[in-house]
């Protein structure tokens, strides 16, 4: 079984978008709505919109279930209050719901969560809750600068962030790292903003003992760890001057990496750099890299073709299909042992 732990719903029918707009033009009088009942979007929208674009593809690449979670660039917690992102990641989240009901066997969900900047993280946890409890999400994707791109929350490492964790370690579900969309304009979103969060994340827990406090926290960071498997040497050797543990003991038990690394040679390195037992397969497709590499003729987030090129054992590669992904998403592992798979 392939696994792609990564997938957003980036193919949302336009209705979505438009009551979002209608939220934000209405901030200053959300009395003048929209309300949440006045988003219709059928059944069939949402097969059409599934079919046509994620699922295709995936029948095409060879990949069997994506966890799934709403359009990241879209979460924007730095719009509005806390009631502003609490009533869209509420919608969002409902919708992945309903695709991973329409289309059971190949998606399940991942949750966003209402994060405002300035906000307590723990104000997210009902929402987390109805979407472990509810709606049977495996994973949640946590927003290191609901700021987008100003960095004004303390670092993950924070007591703050605190409550999330303790209910990710009673639920036994990972968080992925993931921001959104950069309202700082020196931050390109996917291009910069993405991978510096990436590496910013993982320096904030090095930097850290978050895993002494919790032993069994886990961490994906997406897109292939930033800029971390590149400088693996860099960090090993902060941490060593910082006096902390090798880096294997240090953070190894708790953070993984996808393979959102869309060339051959940048995937060659991650699964060199790390070990295996830490990178999980993931294509983040339909994403933000969307076309055809002129040098390969495939498209650049085809990202299996990398997988399947790099120089894995048959067993290393099955670790990064599936058996990484049963280890560090137990709620998805219970799922599909549920089901017999
Ligand atoms: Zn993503």
């Given at each position: 079984?392939?696994?792609?732990?990564?997938?957003?719903?980036?193919t949302?029918?336009?209705?979505?978008?438009?009551w979002?707009?209608?939220?934000?033009?209405?901030?200053?009088?959300?009395?003048?709505?929209?309300?949440?009942s006045?988003?219709?979007?059928?059944d069939?929208?949402?097969?059409?919109?599934?079919?046509?674009?994620?699922?295709?593809?995936?029948?095409?690449?060879?990949?069997?279930?994506?966890?799934?979670?709403?359009?990241?660039?879209?979460?924007?917690?730095?719009?509005?209050?806390?009631?502003?992102?609490?009533?869209w990641?509420?919608?969002?989240?409902?919708?992945?719901?309903?695709?991973?009901?329409?289309?059971?066997?190949h998606?399940?969900?991942?949750?966003?969560?209402?994060?405002?900047?300035?906000?307590?993280?723990a104000?997210?946890?009902?929402?987390?809750?109805?979407?472990?409890?509810?709606?049977g999400?495996?994973?949640?994707?946590?927003?290191?600068?609901?700021?987008?791109?100003?960095?004004?929350?303390?670092?993950?490492?924070?007591?703050?962030?605190?409550?999330?964790?303790?209910?990710m370690?009673?639920?036994?579900?990972?968080?992925?790292?993931h921001?959104?969309?950069?309202?700082?304009?020196?931050?390109?979103?996917?291009g910069?903003?993405?991978?510096?969060?990436?590496?910013?994340?993982?320096?904030?827990?090095?930097?850290?003992?978050?895993f002494?406090?919790?032993?069994?926290?886990?961490?994906?960071?997406?897109?292939?760890?930033?800029?971390?498997?590149?400088?693996?040497?860099?960090?090993?050797?902060?941490?060593?001057?910082?006096?902390?543990?090798?880096?294997?003991?240090?953070?190894?038990?708790?953070?993984?990496?996808?393979?959102?690394?869309?060339?051959?040679?940048?995937?060659?390195?991650?699964?060199?750099v790390?070990?295996?037992?830490?990178?999980?397969?993931?294509?983040?497709?339909?994403?933000?890299?969307?076309?055809?590499?002129p040098?390969?003729g495939?498209?650049?987030?085809?990202?299996?073709?990398?997988?399947e090129?790099?120089?894995?054992?048959?067993?290393?590669?099955h670790?990064?299909?599936?058996?990484?992904?049963?280890?560090?998403?137990?709620?998805?592992d219970?799922?599909?042992?549920?089901?017999?798979?």
């Amino acid at each position: 079984m392939i696994i792609d732990i990564h997938g957003h719903y980036t193919t949302a029918p336009k209705a979505l978008e438009d009551w979002r707009k209608r939220q934000v033009d209405n901030l200053a009088t959300p009395e003048l709505g929209p309300k949440v009942s006045e988003l219709k979007i059928s059944d069939d929208e949402l097969r059409d919109t599934i079919e046509s674009n994620q699922l295709r593809l995936m029948k095409e690449r060879g990949a069997d279930l994506t966890i799934f979670s709403p359009r990241a660039s879209f979460m924007a917690h730095h719009i509005g209050d806390f009631n502003t992102s609490s009533t869209w990641a509420a919608i969002c989240n409902e919708l992945c719901y309903r695709v991973s009901q329409l289309f059971p066997d190949h998606f399940i969900g991942a949750a966003m969560l209402p994060q405002s900047p300035g906000v307590d993280p723990a104000s997210c946890i009902p929402e987390l809750e109805k979407c472990v409890n509810d709606y049977g999400f495996v994973g949640i994707n946590l927003n290191p600068d609901p700021s987008g791109g100003h960095w004004t929350s303390p670092p993950l490492s924070d007591k703050q962030w605190y409550p999330i964790y303790e209910k990710m370690v009673e639920y036994d579900i990972p968080a992925m790292i993931h921001v959104s969309t950069s309202c700082n304009c020196a931050f390109h979103t996917t291009g910069a903003h993405y991978l510096n969060a990436d590496t910013t994340a993982f320096m904030q827990c090095l930097t850290s003992d978050l895993f002494k406090d919790f032993p069994t926290l886990k961490f994906v960071i997406p897109h292939g760890g930033g800029a971390v498997p590149y400088h693996w040497g860099r960090f090993r050797g902060l941490a060593q001057e910082l006096k902390k543990p090798l880096l294997k003991d240090h953070l190894l038990n708790n953070i993984f990496f996808d393979t959102c690394v869309y060339h051959q040679p940048g995937i060659d390195l991650l699964t060199r750099v790390i070990p295996v037992d830490n990178v999980l397969f993931a294509s983040e497709m339909i994403g933000a890299v969307r076309g055809i590499d002129p040098e390969t003729g495939h498209y650049y987030d085809d990202t299996k073709r990398y997988i399947e090129a790099a120089n894995l054992t048959a067993d290393e590669r099955h670790q990064i299909y599936e058996g990484n992904a049963r280890r560090v998403y137990s709620r998805l592992d219970a799922a599909l042992k549920a089901k017999g798979k």
